[in-house]
């Protein structure tokens, strides 16, 4: 089976991580592997002060890898700030996994359903909300609570932003729609 990718694109609050976390279970359930690739922002961090790990990196090394006999870790300093594509993410993960969700990375050239809820809970005041739907042709659907208040009528299905099993049916449908193909040169 060829690894297949989509991404979930929506503003902040939208239910983004509300809907991958069932669907990873969902999968997980039907004997499926899944892989995860999450936008964070740009401080973030996953190790702790005092750790050996910690330390090293500190200490300036560019790659740290932890290693146990249940998982592994990869952390890579940057001397400069280094914009990473969605496809760079993707080349970095185990090619024989089943499924590669992608959250955030709204604007990336891959499949992907827009999240729309039209008042996001943790929205930013003052920025407008426009759906990506109308105008990326990357949006092969859209998962919403509110099928009646989406802004613009879409081309693409409508799906129920609360019933994940659903949705999952759907993408399983898609098929060699979402097999990965890694572009020529990544852009995003």
Known sequence: MAMKVIGFAGYSGSGKTSL????????????????????????????????????????GAYEVVLASDRRLALMREFAEP???SVHDMVAELDPRVDWVLVEGFKHADLPKIEIWREQPERANAGKPHLPLYPRDPHVLAVATDAPQRLPVLPRQPVLD????????????????????????????
């Open 20 to 59: 991958v976390e069932p669907l990873i279970s969902l999968m997980r359930a039907g004997g499926l592997s899944v892989s995860v690739v999450k936008h964070a922002h740009h401080d973030f961090d996953v190790d702790h002060e005092g750790k050996d790990s910690w330390r090293h990196r500190k200490a």
């Open 82 to 84: 280094a914009e990473l």
């Open 161 to 188: 932003l609360n019933a994940p099993a659903q949705i999952l049916q759907w993408l399983q449908q898609q098929g060699e729609r979402l097999r990965y193909r890694a572009p020529a040169s990544p852009r995003d």
